[in-house]
């Protein structure tokens, strides 16, 4: 079956440190995403990439940065967690950002 | 700016019983609206979604969804629920033709159904 993979599933770190969080989508969509859901389970986008080009990039602290090898691939790299990084960061997949996201399970980070 | 409002943060029902989950929504153009569902663990998945034409949409497993552009409201609805239902439901925008992916969520509404 094919879906939105993400790894991995659960990362605790402490602050100051880097991570990173990798996504595939085995859907053959061009545009790719990620979603921060906080510990109140709200949702907001933080960047989407078309094509391996960035076209959504909300105010999002410096830290973040996303990275893309490929229009099947996006990962998300934190450098120096804080400790308000602590959220489920969600990945997700669409055609060209019409609209209909495809998630994926998700990455919960805790930062201690 | 775009916002989403769900008034109800939990609800709980009786399996069987009907259900209704509030979304409503502020935009000032022609929105793209969709309810989305996460279970425990898991990504969101899509419920239904509406973008023009018949303002009642169906979706997945049952549930359906009316437009009411006047009351700026897209209640989602299922006449019988199942224990299996119990997740969280988000309510979303977009603009429509953006094309950029970009969903504005509801804070979600936890629903549980007592077996």
């Known amino acids: 079956e094919t879906a939105v993979f993400q790894t991995p599933n659960y990362h605790v770190t402490q602050v100051g440190n880097e991570v990173s969080f990798n996504c595939k989508q085995t859907?053959?969509?061009?545009?790719m995403y990620w979603y921060k859901q906080d510990s109140k389970k709200l949702l907001k986008i933080m960047f989407s990439?078309?094509?391996?080009?960035?076209?959504v990039n909300e105010t999002v602290p410096r830290r973040f940065s996303p990275q893309s090898s490929d229009k099947a691939h996006l990962n998300l790299r934190i450098k120096s967690v804080e400790p308000e990084d602590s959220a489920v960061y969600l990945c997700?997949?669409?055609?060209?950002?019409?609209?209909?996201?495809?998630f994926g399970a998700g990455t919960r980070l805790s930062v201690l | 700016a775009q916002s989403v409002t769900q008034p109800d943060a939990r609800v709980t029902v009786s399996e069987g019983a009907s259900l209704q989950l509030r979304c409503k929504y502020s935009y000032s153009g022609t929105p793209y609206l969709f309810w989305y569902v996460q279970y425990p663990r898991q990504g969101l998945q899509l419920l239904l979604k509406y973008y023009s034409g018949d303002p009642v949409v169906q979706g997945v497993n049952g549930f359906e969804a009316e437009f009411i552009k006047s009351n700026s409201s897209f209640h989602l609805r299922k006449a019988s629920v199942h224990w299996s239902d119990s997740a969280v439901y988000f309510c979303a925008v977009s603009e429509k033709g953006a094309n950029t992916g970009k969903l504005t969520f509801g804070h979600g509404t936890i629903l549980r159904v007592h077996p």
């Open positions: 990439y078309n094509n391996k080009q960035l076209i």
């Open positions: 997700a997949s669409s055609y060209g950002g019409a609209d209909t996201l495809y």
């Open positions: 859907l053959g969509h061009d545009t």
